[in-house]
């Protein structure tokens, strides 16, 4: 068990934005963006030669996870204005979806290309960098928007997990240190921290701390019993 844990670390490490968006609902996900969707139509209907209103619809269908729809409005939306980062950023997050990593590469390197303000656009390219086991790519745009939001939830836990997937555990105790400044009841970053204390720099104490804090803080956190039988063995081990 406890090696099956080791393993799945940096499987944990890279989860925050998954659990934070199955954390949201999938019906109060799928009524906000439904407004926006009619929001933003109403917007291309009334000023049909903007290319701005058609990206954000196209985006607004991509968060519904409508992705046929979502790439139809961000490529009118570029037909338009070919200049528009915007909707690049949009079929890099298409792309992605749909597991065409070079694709949603190109299209995410353009969309920051074109405007190198478009922070949301190092997030999510950082994002894909990783999934293709580009980790010093990911780290660089992840540093890249920690720099402009260094209070964006789980942007440090991400970068702790380029960290961690290249073997610098140091540095990724000292992000996820960054993400528990940020917000001290950060269920992962506490268990990300504990599994690194223990597996990689074998410091009891401080495994034993953050295990703690991580099953105080979420009491509905998944896979509760296997931590508990970690932080068990980890209480029994010889100090």
Avoid at 7 to 26: H, P, Y
Avoid at 133 to 138: E, L, M, P
Avoid at 218 to 230: E, H, Q, T, V, W
Wanted: hydrophobic share 40%; with cysteine.
């Amino acid at each position: 068990m406890l090696l099956r844990l080791r393993r799945n670390l940096l499987e944990v490490l890279v989860s925050t934005l998954v659990v934070g968006l199955l954390a949201a609902g999938a019906y109060s996900r799928n009524k906000v963006w439904y407004d926006e969707i009619s929001f933003w139509t109403d917007i291309v209907r009334k000023s049909p030669r903007k290319a701005r209103g058609y990206a954000n619809l196209g985006y607004a269908y991509l968060m519904s996870a409508d992705y046929d729809r979502a790439m139809d409005w961000s490529q009118k939306a570029l037909q338009l204005d070919p200049g528009l980062a915007g909707a690049y950023h949009n079929l890099s997050l298409i792309y992605q979806q749909r597991g065409d990593l070079n694709q949603a590469i190109e299209t995410g390197e353009k969309a920051i290309a074109l405007d190198t303000n478009l922070s949301m656009g190092y997030h999510s390219l950082g994002g894909i960098y990783f999934e293709n086991k580009q980790y010093d790519k990911a780290e660089a745009c992840y540093q890249r928007f920690i720099k402009e939001f260094p209070y964006y939830p789980g942007a440090h836990n991400l970068l702790a997990s380029t960290y961690a997937a290249q073997r610098r555990f140091d540095k990724a105790v000292e992000a996820l240190e960054g993400e528990i400044r940020v917000n001290p009841f950060h269920t992962l970053a506490h268990l990300n921290l504990g599994q690194i204390y223990w597996f990689e720099l074998r410091n009891r104490e401080k495994a034993i701390l953050h295990l703690k804090v991580a099953l105080m803080v979420d009491p509905l956190f998944p896979d509760r019993a296997k931590i508990r039988r970690l932080l068990r063995t980890i209480e029994e081990s010889s100090p």
